[in-house]
């Protein structure tokens, strides 16, 4: 079967840097997205990798390693607005998006 | 750019009605809209495919005939509740992208369905 797997919850401090880890199992490889959703909201796009490596995007960065079926999304200099769930999802040889079940960021002050 | 809007934002309505709700691709075409549901603090789960011109492929565990969907033109897909139930209440969102590849899927607003 394919999975995706994140942590349910993670906590962290305005300022700070946290880094949310997906790992997956899936029927071929056509690339990862991370996407933000805040409580009642759509979710929005933040990055996409297909290539192993490290994407940079302003405070967030992305990186994937495709031998290891792994993920992270890294974000710097907390703020209050950060808290939200973040998904990992993947795209299999079927161009079929598989969704992990999401992180969801608590930022304290 | 790649803009997907989705009406309503909210719907209440009673037990037995039922409730229709757009998505259109404002900006670009979309060949394939998604439709998803996401209830309380659980992730999104996808209901079904939309395939303009053509029947929306549906996920197992999906009733086709609860849940109409018609996409009638490369920038519009609508999903019908029909006979709505408490249990029918959720988070609806559908989705589109401009392409395969590295083209990321692009949210609408997604509605709140009520059904009291």
């Known amino acids: 079967g394919q999975n995706i797997d994140q942590p349910t919850e993670m906590t962290a401090t305005e300022g700070a840097i946290v880094q949310i880890n997906c790992t997956y199992q899936?029927?071929?490889?056509?690339?990862l997205f991370w996407y933000q959703q805040h409580a009642g909201e759509a979710p929005t796009f933040l990055s996409y990798n297909v290539l192993d490596g490290l994407e940079e995007k302003g405070r967030f960065s992305s990186f994937l390693s495709r031998s290891k079926g792994y993920s992270y999304l890294l974000l710097k200099e907390l703020q209050m607005k950060d808290s939200a769930s973040y998904l990992c999802a993947v795209r299999d040889s079927n161009y079929q998006l598989i969704w992990g079940a999401g992180t969801k960021l608590i930022i304290k002050p | 750019g790649a803009v997907v809007s989705q009406h309503p934002s909210w719907v209440i309505c009673k037990s037995g009605t039922s409730v229709k709700i757009e998505c259109r691709s404002l900006?670009?075409?979309?060949?394939?809209m998604f439709w998803y549901r996401q209830f309380p603090k659980q992730s999104l789960m996808l209901m079904a495919t939309s395939n303009e011109g053509s029947k929306a492929t549906y996920e197992q565990g999906v009733e086709k005939d609860k849940f109409l969907i018609n996409h009638a033109s490369l920038t519009l897909s609508t999903l019908t509740v029909t006979s709505a139930h408490p249990e029918d209440s959720s988070f609806y969102i559908c989705?589109?992208?401009?392409?395969?590849?590295?083209?990321?899927?692009?949210f609408g607003n997604g509605t709140r369905l009520t059904v009291t």
């Open positions: 900006d670009f075409q979309a060949t394939t």
């Open positions: 899936t029927s071929g490889f056509n690339g």
């Open positions: 989705s589109a992208t401009p392409g395969q590849g590295s083209s990321p899927l692009h």
